[in-house]
């Protein structure tokens, strides 16, 4: 679900293209889920193969993914290690969540009404292992770096962009500005009108800080007043509610009783903000894609269009081409071309 932090940004809208050159650290589970949930059918069913294994998930992987390095993006996939102990009762309540969506889209379903059956379908997605796996093989064969956390992906993604490796983090989700990423990239797998994808929201930290006229601390406080994957937060406590709180500068333990909170229950759930498991990366390995290697997977195995998958690997091809054309190059930013041939992130 998230840190609903929404009503206190205010995103910079860009084109996808504004990015290019850049490598963002993307939260691999979050887009993965995003495209279980809008890439469906009419009355809410995922789209399959003929043996009947999910393919809505591969679908937005190939399209967004290519779609990405035609404008010149560069994405690293950052998938989920071993959850923290403290989410436990985030992931049950999400599976009670889902079985009572699914009730729902049934109920819908029997009665005819498609819009709400869609709706309630989204919100039944369940990602499994192999799939997370076969996901992985497809950006391997499209030549794209790929890294499993030691627990949290979006921690981790956070972490290889503030520790340089990579220009930011591209997640749905706001929990990546608690982990300390320097900026937030939303929209990488939102879908728009005849095939284009909507412009993308930037946020900068520590631009959204100044405006706010808060500190990382006073940040982190918002989220645990409010609630985050880990702990519950305080009833009645919006995120804008929490900001007046937080702005009136009162310092941590005080913040904290004000609304009821004891500082030392709390504190685990701060430690894995401030110090999440994460790991360092060297340097991401991009290639060239192997078009029979995806093929084999898409085509062979699951049913794709020979066709389009080829166009879609061609038009990748046509933007790192472009990207790493001499005249387009820019001090201090490196081209696709030197990162295919094995240069590090920016």
Sequence with gaps: MGLP????????????????GRTLAVDGYNALYQFLATIRQRDGQLFTDTAGRPTSHLIGLLYRTTSLLAQGVRPVFVFDGKPPDLKAGTLSSRLKAKEK????????????????????????SRLTHPMVEEAAR???????????????????????????????????????????TPRLVRGLA?????GQAPAAQLIDREELLRTLGITPEELLLIGLVVGTDYNEGVAGYGPKK?????????????TLREVGLVPAEVEPVAELFRHPAVAPVDMFQFREPNDRDVERILVEEHGFSSERVRAALGRARAGMRAASAPAAAVPGKQTLLEAYEGGGAT
């Design 138 to 180: 497809v950006l391997e064969a499209i030549g794209l770096p790929t890294v499993v956390a030691p627990s949290e992906g979006e921690a981790e993604a956070a972490f290889l962009a503030a520790s340089g490796r990579t220009w930011g983090t591209a997640s749905e989700d706001y929990d990546a500005l608690l982990f300390g």
């Design 101 to 124: 969506a699914r009730e729902a889209w049934d109920a819908a379903i029997a009665t005819g009404d498609l819009v709400v059956a869609r709706r309630k379908a989204a919100q039944t």
């Design 5 to 20: 932090l929404r009503d206190l940004t205010t995103p910079k809208e860009l084109a996808w293209e504004a990015l290019a």
């Design 190 to 194: 939102a879908r728009g009108g005849r």
């Design 242 to 254: 929490a900001l007046k709180l937080v702005q009136r500068h009162l310092g941590w333990d005080a």
